[in-house]
C-alpha cells in the first residue's frame, strides 16, 4: 500500500518533463526498475516516492516541472500544512517550516528548502 507522505512528496517534487516522458517510456518498455532509477537521479526522489511518482505518471498524471507548480498541488493536498508553514514564515521562522514540510512529507532537504522559498517568495508578493 502506498504511504500519504510517499504520494504527497511524488505529486510535490518537480521533475523535469523530459524526464517524466523518458520514465513513462522505460515504464511501459518493461524497465520499471530503470525508470524509478532515472527518476531519483533526476530529481529529489526519494525510495518511496519514485515509484509512487512512476505509478502516477503510468496513471496519466503529470508532475510538477517547477517548484511554483509544486507549492500548487501542495495546496490543493493539504491546505493546512500550507497555513502552517505560511504562519511560520510570518514569525520569521524558515528553517521551522522546512522542518514541519520535510516531517509531513518525504521531500528531500533542497527539495523542502526551495518549497518554502517559494511560499515565502509568494508571501512577500502579496
Same mark, same amino acid.
Given at each position: 500500500?502506498? $504511504?500519504? +507522505?510517499?504520494? #504527497?512528496?511524488?505529486? %510535490?517534487? &518537480? =521533475?523535469?518533463?523530459? #524526464?517524466?516522458?523518458?520514465?513513462? =517510456? ?7 526498475? +530503470? ?6 537521479? /533526476? /530529481? ?6 519514485? &515509484? ?9 498524471? #503529470? @508532475? &510538477? ?5 509544486? @507549492?500548487?498541488?501542495? *495546496? *490543493?493536498?493539504?491546505? &493546512? @500544512? =500550507?497555513?502552517?508553514?505560511?504562519? @511560520?514564515?510570518? $514569525?520569521?521562522?524558515?528553517? $521551522?517550516? %522546512? +522542518? ?6 518525504? %521531500? ?11 511560499? $515565502?517568495?509568494?508571501?512577500? #508578493?502579496?
Amino acid at each position: 500500500m502506498t $504511504s500519504t +507522505k510517499a504520494r #504527497t512528496t511524488a505529486l %510535490i517534487t &518537480p =521533475v523535469e518533463q523530459a #524526464t517524466q516522458d523518458e520514465a513513462k =517510456v522505460l515504464a511501459a518498455e518493461g524497465h520499471t526498475a +530503470k525508470a524509478v532509477r532515472r527518476l531519483r537521479k /533526476s /530529481s529529489g526522489l526519494g525510495l518511496d516516492a519514485a &515509484p509512487v511518482a512512476l505509478d502516477l505518471l503510468a496513471q496519466g498524471r #503529470t @508532475l &510538477p516541472t517547477t517548484y511554483d507548480q509544486a @507549492l500548487d498541488a501542495l *495546496r *490543493r493536498l493539504d491546505a &493546512p @500544512l =500550507v497555513a502552517e508553514m505560511t504562519a @511560520l514564515l510570518g $514569525s520569521g521562522d524558515r528553517d $521551522s517550516a %522546512i +522542518k514541519l514540510l520535510r516531517e509531513r512529507t518525504d %521531500i528531500d532537504l533542497a527539495g523542502g528548502y526551495h518549497v518554502v522559498m517559494e511560499l $515565502s517568495g509568494q508571501l512577500d #508578493t502579496q
